[in-house]
């Protein structure tokens, strides 16, 4: 297929719809309303199920009960809105049912405002919901990684039954780039073994809850937990290098502020100074080892975040106490320049050279 | 090489269709192109922008703070872009709109009387045509027959009717671009 000019938000709710979404609940809410504009004319059109539900609350716990049904589900909202999901997100992790969540973060805390951030980084690697689990998160920087990454979401959630948090910041939401959609998948008519399809002559009863009462039936089930969540960190872990080979300077950064870093790299590249840029592509797996490897030769790291500082916890946890992390970026919805990253790296460059 | 266009004027101008236009025409003529709105508060105080890159490798940040090019389609747009103009670049300013005059010498100006080619040639909401005709006069990044084609494609086809009166804007507002003399 062709490239085509193609708006973050379009181009997400379409890959889903290639993917196979069957059923869509949401409610309405910007820097992500397209995503619900697209599909509200596409799933009717297709025989799918599209519902705005009365509130978010509402919508998360349709998506849990679609999902128990073992439909291909997904949601989508920003940063407010994924606050008033958390209850049911932390159900959905108990219950271990696949779900897709898009959060198009905008500006916090509270109401906040529509500027694109990354603001919601802790919140969806760390916190999605109250409990000890972690969805995987997946940030795309481009309009093309974003579509492939919709693919991605639902066969990760389906293989590990576990929640996938697409993770991006307003900007990506909202600017158009040229890139190709994958062919459409239909919907999957076969449910999963385990889903509460009716019991349809099976010896047992499937159930699907996110209820232990005693300490010992939800201990169980938590090592069961966070054994998958074990394997998911030794499998899933992605991300993209830029001129690392031979860096003594690393960028770390996501989405927006990794393209912005990028125009920066190239440019002080120019200068020859040897500054590359390491992306995560997984927020949650987060790639710590290969972080701590380049950490071995790499003594100086900037993270460069549109919020105050939250991935940089990360980063630090990953190359240690002896090489040094400093920080560039603010909260309240700017989209950092690529002068402000290059102003910065010269000066952590001058002082890598006295040092040397 | 990358070329970075601010395109800026009131809601209903044509502001974020034009920026669109020259993104489809980047990327049907094999460039690479990123475009993007302000959504933020500004434009609910009625004035709409959008940035437009336009480049030969892959682009990263999406937004700039001294575009090459800035198309002021109002005044409040020239007053606020005027100024942020990248040295050696160039402004495109609707003088039907704007009786402002700027004082950099160290850029190109080019004003072109919109809404007047627009009106004269089609109607008023053709302006940004005018606008894109005197851009390409300045900065060839893809021919005038090539902007057509591409506006023949991605015009929904109820508006086919517009295409040759858009044609005759974007002529004129060509035309006034070439005739802009190159500061000595």
């Not at chain 1, 950092?336 to 040397?356: C, F, G, N, S, T």
Request: hydrophobic share 45%; with cysteine.
């Amino acid at each position: 297929m062709a490239k085509e000019l193609l708006k973050g938000n379009v181009a997400i709710a379409e890959a889903a719809i290639r993917a196979g979404c069957e059923a869509y609940f949401g409610y309405p809410i910007t820097p992500q309303t397209e995503i619900l504009e697209h599909l509200a004319k596409r799933m009717p059109e297709l025989g799918r199920v599209f519902l705005q539900a009365e509130s978010e609350v509402a919508a998360v716990n349709m998506v849990y009960g679609a999902a128990c049904a073992g439909a291909r589900v997904m949601t989508s909202s920003s940063s407010p809105g994924i606050s008033l999901m958390q209850e049911g997100i932390s159900y959905i992790a108990s219950s271990e049912v696949p779900a897709v969540f898009v959060d198009v973060m905008r500006g916090g805390p509270g109401l906040g405002n529509i500027q694109p951030t990354q603001s919601d980084y802790n919140q969806v690697t760390k916190t999605a919901g109250h409990g000890d689990f972690h969805p995987i998160v997946l940030a795309p920087a481009t309009i093309q990684e974003a579509i492939d990454l919709m693919a991605l979401s639902f066969d990760l959630a389906e293989k590990y039954r576990t929640l996938v948090f697409m993770a991006l910041d307003g900007a990506i939401g909202q600017m158009m780039e040229p890139a190709e959609l994958p062919p459409m998948q239909e919907v999957r008519r076969e449910r999963p073994s385990w889903a509460l399809t009716g019991k349809q002559g099976r010896d047992h009863k499937n159930i699907v809850t996110s209820l232990y009462l005693g300490a010992e039936p939800l201990t169980k089930f938590n090592a069961k937990l966070q054994a998958k969540l074990a394997e998911i960190e030794a499998n899933e872990i992605r991300y993209d290098e830029l001129l690392t080979d031979d860096a003594q300077l690393l960028i770390t950064a996501y989405g927006t502020a990794a393209r912005v870093a990028q125009t920066a790299v190239k440019r002080l590249r120019q200068e020859n100074i040897p500054v590359g840029l390491f992306r995560p592509i997984t927020l949650w797996p987060f790639p710590t080892e290969r972080l701590g490897q380049l950490a071995g030769r790499v003594p100086a790291f900037l993270s460069v975040e549109m919020n105050a500082g939250q991935m940089i916890h990360d980063v630090r946890e990953a190359v240690g106490r002896t090489v040094t992390v400093d920080f560039l970026g603010q909260p309240g919805g700017v989209i950092p320049l690529p002068e402000e990253i290059e102003d910065k790296v010269r000066q952590m460059w001058l002082k890598l050279e006295a040092v040397a | 090489m990358e070329t970075s266009i601010i395109i800026a004027g009131f809601g209903g101008q044509g502001v974020l269709f034009s920026g669109q236009l020259l993104a489809y025409a980047g990327m049907d003529n094999g460039m690479h192109v990123t475009w993007i709105p302000s959504y933020g508060p500004e434009m609910r105080g009625g004035t709409a922008n959008c940035t437009v890159i336009i480049g030969d490798e892959l682009i990263g940040a999406p937004t700039v703070a001294h575009p090459d090019v800035a198309v002021a389609l109002n005044l409040p747009s020239f007053e606020k872009y005027a100024p942020l103009v990248k040295s050696g670049g160039l402004l495109i300013a609707n003088s039907s709109l704007i009786p402002a005059k700027s004082n950099r010498t160290d850029i190109e100006i080019v004003t072109v009387p919109a809404n007047a080619i627009a009106e004269k040639f089609g109607i008023v909401k053709m302006l940004n045509m005018a606008a894109l005709g005197a851009l390409l006069a300045k900065r060839p990044l893809f021919t005038l027959d090539a902007l057509l084609q591409t506006l023949h494609e991605h015009l929904p086809a109820r508006k086919h009717h517009l295409l040759e009166a858009n044609k005759l804007v974007l002529q004129r507002g060509y035309a006034v671009g070439m005739e802009t003399a190159v500061p000595a």
